[in-house]
């Protein structure tokens, strides 16, 4: 489990610790399972020397630990494989707990080309490896059974085998580093494929209608990042094999060793001595092969765990109670919501200068519209984060009716937010506690003209598949629907059409005025800067304006089906959840 008191730090050891009493169960019925395998063999390698009165005993100790055999390997699998899922769940649902948390800034600069493989590939690495880890046990404890075994055997012949597989072991751990250097470059390309494909998924229609850049995209891209990929894993694997194979010629190098120095070195040693050693060589060839084949699949497993434990440490957080029961959340009445000498700076990239907001004084009170406005970059959707709570500043304080937003309040504090952000995540469910929900949308939904598209089922919309307009007012439906005293469009009507933006601007803010909300717009529509109380003008991060707007016109040009449904009661205003 990654915490952040650990973050970096992520291991098999530490995956493993959660779990070890499993853990220890397993190893020690693969102990019993490696230490009947090795019985075994010494029963087998007896009765090729025995005599007939030995019969009974020998057939009694085999069925014995034929039967220790089954039952350790099968209870060493099932509690080891058993490990491994509940390590891959914990995984799983730790990472996703990780991204809820995460502080914004540093989940938008970690992008989601990145992210995502993180989610899928490297946890299905590791899912892999836990895949095998029980095998991968089971033939360790087998392999140390075995070894046992011969030096219960020779002393002086274990030594020598023992050196011969300490000397190939070497050499496949200096394979091994070869290889899981390839392994992380492979993962390192795979972060870059996942941002091609991206590009080809989302810029479908423009490279549909660019040759040059659909063939850039295509051969200088995709293709030589997968061949990259291919390359580098094939190289690789190769080195792991070839080290494989090399290992499994060892083995053979090392039984021809013990058959050759027993009777030069110790002819008085009886015959069973080297008959035994071949037994048992021969049979660990199995598990040191299956041990060896799983070395690619740790070094993915290892090189996955780092990527995890990095993003863990970037993921790192103060808020640490931001998936406590929702029902503890605050959605209360406010007074004002104010920045107060604050200032943010996003990190900068090499050799250019940081954009840095601020610093800014800026109080909103209850009921106001307030419309921020200024030039692209200027700044203006940082600071909508910045008094959201969603960015938490460098200097200056955020408060909520005069008193600061620390550390253990601000999740409280974002709960008075419905925001449309211009780049919003439409959902399709309705989360309320109450039951109204769905007669409200249905209501907003003939408020927009939406009714004929969408409609209300079990708390859900029916369909989110709209126009990018029709899309966006039905974001509005569900900001609208959720009640809280606080809301934010993020240039909400840059792509309604003229009638709409007229519908948007006249009344729909009028009416949430009415209905006691706060509303702040970030707008570059100039002809309806008069809708708003307060003109909060950014320049180049600063602030350079903030003043009060003319008196707003409440002519209603078009009668619309807004109007139609202020007519029929806009009283009715959405309890609160
Ligand atoms: N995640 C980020 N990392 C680094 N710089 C950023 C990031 N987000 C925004 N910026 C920079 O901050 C500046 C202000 O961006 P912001 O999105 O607040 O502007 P804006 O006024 O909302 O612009 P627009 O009208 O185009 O939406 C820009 O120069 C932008 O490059």
Not at 341 to 363: I, K, W
Request: glycine content about 8%; hydrophobic content about 45%.
């Amino acid at each position: 489990m990654i915490t952040s008191s650990n973050p970096g730090k992520l291991h098999i050891a530490g995956l493993l610790r959660p779990y070890w009493k499993l853990v220890l169960c397993g190893i020690l019925l693969g102990l019993v399972g490696g230490a009947s395998v090795a019985g075994l063999l010494a029963v087998v390698n007896k009765g090729l020397y025995a005599g007939s009165g030995d019969v009974g005993s020998l057939i009694a100790s085999f069925a014995g630990l034929c039967v220790l055999i089954v039952i350790g390997s099968v209870g060493s699998d099932i509690s080891a494989n058993a490990v491994g899922q509940k390590i891959v769940a914990s995984l799983r649902k730790s990472l996703a707990a990780k991204i809820l948390m995460a502080p914004i800034d540093q989940l938008e600069s970690y992008r989601a080309h990145r992210l995502i493989p993180v989610l899928t590939k490297d946890v299905d690495a590791i899912s892999d490896f836990a895949f095998f880890f029980p095998a991968f046990l089971v033939s360790g404890v087998v392999v140390a059974g075995c070894l046992v075994y011969l030096a219960l055997l020779s002393w002086p012949l274990f030594l020598v085998t023992a050196a011969l597989i300490a000397l190939g072991s070497f050499a496949h751990f200096r394979a091994r580093q070869r290889g899981m250097s390839g392994f992380n470059l492979a993962r390192q390309y795979e972060d870059d494929l996942q941002k091609h494909y991206r590009t080809i998924a989302e810029g479908a229609k423009e490279l549909r209608l660019h040759r040059p850049r659909r063939h850039h995209v295509h051969v200088d891209l995709i293709q030589r990042t997968v061949d990259r990929i291919s390359d580098v894993q094939i190289g690789a694997i190769n080195l792991l094999v070839t080290a494989r194979a090399l290992g499994t010629v060892m083995l053979f190098m090392v039984i021809g060793t013990a058959l050759v120095l027993r009777p030069l070195l110790w002819p008085d040693s009886p015959p069973s001595v080297s008959s035994g050693f071949v037994l048992v060589l021969l049979f660990m060839r199995g598990p040191i092969d299956q041990l060896i084949g799983m070395l690619p699949s740790l070094g993915r497993a290892q090189v996955a765990m780092r990527r995890i434990a990095d993003l863990s440490e970037r993921f790192a957080t103060a808020e640490q109670d931001l998936l406590e029961d929702p029902a503890d959340a605050m959605t209360d009445r406010i007074e004002s919501i104010e920045l107060r000498g604050v200032s943010y700076s996003f990190q900068a990239a090499a050799n250019e200068t940081p954009f840095v907001l601020g610093p800014v004084d800026l109080r909103i009170r209850r009921g106001e519209i307030v419309f921020i406005v200024g030039d692209n970059g200027s700044g203006k959707t940082t600071l909508i984060k910045l008094l959201l709570g969603l960015y938490v500043p460098d200097q200056g304080q955020l408060l909520r009716d005069g008193v600061p937003v620390i550390g253990a309040t601000r999740d409280d504090y974002r709960q008075l937010f419905t925001t449309v952000f211009a780049d919003y995540y439409l959902f399709d469910t309705l989360l309320r506690h109450d039951d109204q929900a769905p007669e409200g949308a249905q209501r907003y939904l003939d408020r927009l003209e939406l009714a004929h598209k969408v409609s209300v089922e079990n708390g859900m919309f029916s369909t989110t598949d709209l126009s990018t307009g029709q899309r966006k007012r039905l974001a509005l439906i569900n900001a609208w629907i959720e009640g809280r005293p606080v809301l934010v469009f993020d240039e909400w009507a840059a792509d309604q059409d003229p009638a709409f933006r007229q519908v948007f601007y006249t009344e729909l803010l009028a009416d949430l005025k009415r209905l006691g909300k706060t509303i702040i717009v970030i707008s570059h529509d100039d002809r309806y800067f008069h809708c708003a109380d307060r003109l909060v003008r950014l320049r180049n991060g600063q602030l350079q304006e903030d003043r009060p707007t003319q008196q707003r016109r409440h002519a209603r040009p078009r009668r619309s089906p807004a109007s139609r449904l202020q007519d029929e009661g806009a009283s009715q205003e959405p309890s609160r959840a």
